[in-house]
T-cell receptor
């Protein structure tokens, strides 16, 4: 099956700085790569996703890049704010619904 | 429109007891799934359903049963709870291809 590795496991950044989370996947057939944000006591919520026919996607302060050859993808958050503090998960899938998740990154934005 | 609801929010069981975690959705989504979340391991797929009457196993199905008699409901059954099933359980739905998965608020289960 698919194996998704996520780094780092924890990330502390100063407010206003950028945060980068990286993931690698093992199955070259995977074609859908979502990122989820999970706040304490809540379920994961989709923040951005990318498909294998696109190399980069941006939504305001959040961007995702995908390198199919190297089988890795990254989440970039610019101008971080305290409300960006949460656990972030990457995932990979061949069919949109059977997601394989990374272990998560706890992001702390210091005021 | 309540989205995805899960009950109960918290549950404590003794080893060997059985229980059913409930998941309901009012969005008429075809696809529903159950994940468990353990520290340092992300979310792992337990069972999923692509429509009423159809279920299949995910990555970690042992010890769990599911059924999908209606579009709205997808209960997860623990037949004989074990301490290894202590986890947070999330139900998720998806309308169809090219759409996002919506996760419920979760059920925190402790098995003593």
């Amino acid at each position: 099956g698919e194996n998704v590795e996520q780094h780092p496991s924890t990330l502390s950044v100063q407010e206003g700085d950028s945060a980068v989370i990286k993931c690698t996947y093992s199955d070259s057939a995977s074609n859908y790569f979502p990122w989820y944000k999970q706040e304490l006591g809540k379920g994961p919520q989709l923040i951005i996703d990318i498909r294998s026919n696109v190399g980069e996607k941006k939504d305001q302060r959040i961007a995702v890049t995908l390198n199919k050859t190297a089988k890795h993808f990254s989440l970039h958050i610019t101008e971080t704010q305290p409300e960006d503090s949460a656990v972030y998960f990457c995932a990979a899938s061949k069919n949109d619904y059977k997601l394989s998740f990374g272990a998560g990154t706890t992001v702390t934005v210091r005021a | 429109n309540a989205g995805v609801t899960q009950t109960p929010k918290f549950q404590v069981l003794k080893t060997g007891q059985s229980m059913t975690l409930q998941c309901a959705q009012d969005m008429n989504h075809e696809y529903m799934s159950w994940y468990r979340q353990d520290p340092g391991m992300g979310l792992r797929l337990i069972h999923y359903s692509v429509g009423a009457g159809i279920t299949d196993q995910g990555e970690v199905p042992n010890g769990y049963n599911v059924s999908r008699s209606t579009t709205e409901d997808f209960p997860l059954r623990l037949l004989s709870a074990a301490p290894s099933q202590t986890s947070v359980y999330f139900c998720a739905t998806l309308r169809g291809r090219n759409n996002e998965q919506f996760f419920g608020p979760g059920t925190r289960l402790t098995v003593l």
